[in-house]
């Protein structure tokens, strides 16, 4: 659960009776803190430190054995996992999700869920109704043994390590002693887990495990069993949060919505559309999570950690990114044993961006080559000027639209009102003075991709002092790019227009505009 993206806090009692111990958390109630595969948990004393340890990437582990922290803190998934074989008080109240492991619980009324924990077939199944398969009594087959491979007290006292796990035994050696009788091994192999020193046990009782290999590294991996468990355990929460019908319409219905608004507004935002779950069936092919231009998330695949992934790639690629295509997302749980689905996520990584538009103020000799290039470089062209003859589709036959309108009046009217965005370049190439000081006017200040002003730096100095003199902002004047364009040497109008193109391009890219080998270095010396 904790590699899945859920946070999760654990209960024990006071003295867990745990003999994998090198793969349990419940080894933090002695000794503090304890790592499982790479996995931190943390003993804490209470619900506030626990929230912290989880917000440290952490497990908190708390003694609790009456459950209290459950009953003050109702999570939104409880899971039983006592494997205790019997029922001593779980029910469909604990939580929203309510899930135990193993035989004695009836799906439906003790848990909305059971894992099935029996080896076989259905290893790891979630059972939504009856009973998981009873308990044979007989422990689950290890290149060939089975009983012989667990070590059972041999009568009641308290426990004494002699072998310490991850040893090597041979048949028939002490590992153990209970008072002073001793613990036996039936067969050779690796102590895969002990019980710890000093507690209480009773005849019969397990309290040890070998493994037939010789192979310390063993106690330290979890089983496959375990892993398949946990795995039946995230298919039935990813099954039973699943939205359905009505809510999961609303949810698609608010991802679009959100993503019109990103296009209206002129920024990028991540599509993300979940395509091959590799196996994970409870994921569902089409799902689609969108990544705002604020690095905010929208809609959800179910699975957190993936969720995760996906808005910090989103985040990372909301400026400069233009590609679309299929990405893969490894699973925390790609590298670990058993038979586990949704090892290699497929997921659609699409860019909504809005197309680019260049609003040209004034048709004439120089929008002409203007708006051609602009069209060749996939830009929306609106055309604007007071003169019927300078603003018509037969003069501007490939540009998107022509205005033709007294300039004040496409403000104050608000004929472009939703043309005016971050992704929109704006040339002020009008006849005359009054015409430009019209449009800078009512255009700087607003959040465009780019603004520039025909004119030498005598003309522009007269519309700039014109409009400190009506009072205007002083900096917002100066983020027009005036005079505009680079410095190409150029004088023909489809120079000149080159001119702007390029400083549109550079500004909208956040670059220089200077030469390459100056940038890069001279290649020959």
Not at 321 to 334: N, S, V
Not at 481 to 510: F, K, R, T, W
Request: glycine residues 10%; contains cysteine.
């Amino acid at each position: 659960m904790h590699q899945a993206g859920f946070p999760v806090i654990m209960t024990e009692i006071a003295e867990p009776t745990c003999v994998r111990r090198k793969v349990s958390f419940a080894e933090a109630v002695y000794q503090g803190e304890t790592w499982v595969e790479g996995i931190k948990g943390v003993l804490v004393s209470g619900f506030t430190e626990a929230r912290e340890v989880v917000h440290q990437g952490h497990i908190p582990v708390i003694i609790d054995p009456e459950g209290n922290i459950a009953q003050n803190y109702p999570p939104e998934i409880f899971i039983d996992a006592t494997m205790a074989k019997k029922n001593y008080g779980t029910n469909l109240h604990l939580g929203e999700i309510v899930l135990a492991l193993g035989p004695g619980f009836e799906a439906g009324r003790d848990a909305h869920a059971v894992i099935e924990t029996q080896r076989g077939p259905d290893l790891g199944k979630p059972v939504f109704s009856g009973w998981a398969a009873p308990d044979t009594g007989i422990p689950g087959e290890v290149l060939g043994y089975t009983r012989e491979r667990l070590l059972r007290a041999p009568a009641d006292g308290v426990f004494r390590e002699v072998k310490s796990i991850g040893n090597y035994v041979e048949q028939g050696e002490v590992v153990a002693y209970v008072d002073d009788q001793p613990v036996l091994t039936e067969i050779a192999g690796t102590v895969r887990g002990l019980l710890k020193s000093g507690l209480h046990v009773y005849r019969g009782m397990k309290v040890g495990d070998i493994h037939p290999v010789k192979d310390p590294e063993i106690a330290h991996l979890v089983t496959d069993k375990a892993w398949v468990v946990g795995m039946g355990v995230l298919k039935a929460i990813l099954a039973l949060r699943s939205k359905k019908g009505a809510e999961k319409r609303e949810e698609h219905l608010e991802i679009f919505t959100q993503l019109d608004q990103v296009m209206k507004s002129g920024q990028t935002a991540m599509l993300y559309t979940l395509v091959d779950g590799d196996g994970l069936t409870e994921l569902e092919v089409g799902q689609r999570l969108l990544v705002r231009p604020e690095g905010e998330k929208v809609g959800s695949f179910g699975l957190p950690a993936l969720d995760q992934a996906m808005v910090a790639r989103g985040r990372e690629n909301l400026t400069g990114r233009t590609e679309t295509g299929i990405i893969t997302w490894q699973a925390p749980w790609a590298g670990c044993s058993g038979n586990l689905p949704g090892r290699m996520i497929q997921i659609l990584e699409e860019v909504i961006a809005p197309q680019k538009k260049l609003i040209i103020f004034g048709g004439g000799h120089i929008s002409l080559p203007l708006s051609e290039m602009a069209s060749i470089l996939d830009y929306r062209v609106i055309v604007v000027d007071d003169r019927e003859e300078f603003a018509n589709p037969k003069r501007f036959p490939r540009v998107d639209r022509t205005v033709c309108a007294e300039f004040s009046e496409v403000f104050t009217k608000g004929l472009l009102e939703d043309e005016f965005n971050s992704a929109t370049a704006v040339v002020i190439v009008t006849r005359g003075h009054r015409q430009d000081r019209t449009c800078v006017r009512y255009l700087a200040g607003r959040k465009l991709a780019y603004l520039g002003m025909i004119g030498s730096r005598s003309k522009v100095a007269h519309t700039f002092n014109a409009l400190l003199e009506e009072g205007f902002p002083k900096e917002e004047l100066a983020k027009v790019y005036a005079p505009v364009g680079l410095d190409l040497g150029g004088q023909s109008p489809a120079e000149v227009a080159l001119s702007i193109m390029a400083e549109i391009v550079a500004a909208e890219n956040h670059a220089t505009g200077k030469p390459m080998r100056e940038l890069r270095g001279v290649i020959l010396s």
